[in-house]
């Protein structure tokens, strides 16, 4: 290798990486930095720790959750009070799924979540949370007897939708419409098969798959087999039919 006019070689190998000109003047290596604890800590919080951290985290929920049962993701809001109907219609829900055999997967949070985990629970079944670091929502619900702490959503959101058959959204606000949009488009791409979509309580819901039908529809944006991809109910027994009649259908399949 060449050296430059300062006696030092030209290009710096640092693993796979290549620094050269003056980017490649480092008074230490990776591994010294690493093996010495003493001076800042600032390195545990740079990208390529960061990428540790994330591997680290699909390594654990795969981990945890190969050998889960056929399961059913669920979502509904963290504000829902326990003496709120929809908190009952959780329960219920939770219950309904566990009967049929079904795990239940939640983000493991108070709410609608706490209702289905244990609805779920009570009835003998699975009852899976899938928890995130937020500054103002911590900790797993009691009644989750299998729960993974994330940091970062997009890995959680992989286990979401790679350990369930269907997804049921009850009430929710942004994060049950960002996880009920993100399981659409991975539907109507064909990145997941044989997935429904259950949107459970028409009072709530009723609007958004109004404006759906009536303007993204209406407009192009969308076809009628898209629109076709969720399902509209108020009836336990009916989405619980829908997630049966979905894995029906995959295992045909597979």
């Known amino acids: 290798?060449?050296?430059?006019?300062?006696?030092?070689?030209?290009?710096?190998?640092?693993?796979?990486?290549?620094?050269?000109?003056?980017?490649?003047?480092e008074d230490t290596t990776t591994d010294?930095?690493?093996?010495?604890?003493?001076?800042?800590?600032?390195?545990?919080h740079t990208d390529p720790w960061r990428v540790l951290r994330?591997?680290?985290?699909?390594v654990e929920g795969f981990g945890a959750l190969a050998e889960l049962p056929?399961?059913?993701?669920?979502?509904?809001?963290?504000?829902?009070?326990?003496?709120?109907?929809?908190?009952?219609?959780?329960?219920?829900?939770?219950?309904?799924?566990?009967?049929?055999?079904f795990a239940v997967i939640t983000g493991g949070g108070p709410g609608t979540m706490e209702a289905v985990n244990r609805g779920c629970s009570d009835a003998g079944g699975m009852s899976v949370g899938l928890g995130i670091e937020l500054p103002f929502e911590q900790g797993l619900n009691d009644w989750v007897d299998l729960g993974i702490n994330f940091r970062y959503f997009f890995a959680r959101k992989t286990m979401f939708v790679k350990?369930?058959?269907?997804?049921?959204?009850?009430?929710?606000?942004?994060g049950t419409l960002d996880e009920l949009f993100e399981a659409l488009t991975l539907v109507q791409t064909k990145k997941v098969t044989k997935f429904?979509?259950?949107?459970?309580g028409r009072d709530y819901w009723g609007g958004l798959y109004d404006w759906i039908a009536s303007t993204v529809l209406d407009s192009g944006k969308i076809g009628e087999k898209d629109l076709a991809l969720l399902h509209l109910t108020d009836?336990?027994?009916?989405?619980?039919?829908?997630?049966?009649?979905a894995y029906r259908a995959w295992e045909e399949t597979h």
């Not at 010294?32 to 545990?44: E, H, I, K």
């Not at 809001?77 to 219950?95: C, I, M, Q, V």
């Not at 009836?235 to 009649?245: M, T």
């Open 1 to 25: 290798m060449t050296t430059s006019g300062d006696g030092r070689p030209e290009e710096k190998l640092r693993g796979p990486v290549v620094l050269r000109r003056e980017h490649r003047n």
């Open 32 to 44: 010294q930095r690493l093996l010495d604890s003493r001076g800042p800590s600032d390195w545990v």
């Open 54 to 58: 994330i591997q680290a985290e699909f």
């Open 70 to 101: 056929r399961a059913v993701t669920v979502f509904g809001s963290a504000r829902t009070p326990r003496e709120h109907p929809e908190y009952a219609l959780g329960r219920e829900l939770g219950a309904a799924l566990a009967e049929a055999g």
């Open 163 to 174: 350990y369930s058959q269907a997804f049921v959204c009850l009430p929710g606000g942004f």
């Open 196 to 200: 429904p979509v259950v949107l459970l």
């Open 235 to 245: 009836d336990v027994d009916d989405a619980v039919k829908v997630v049966h009649e």
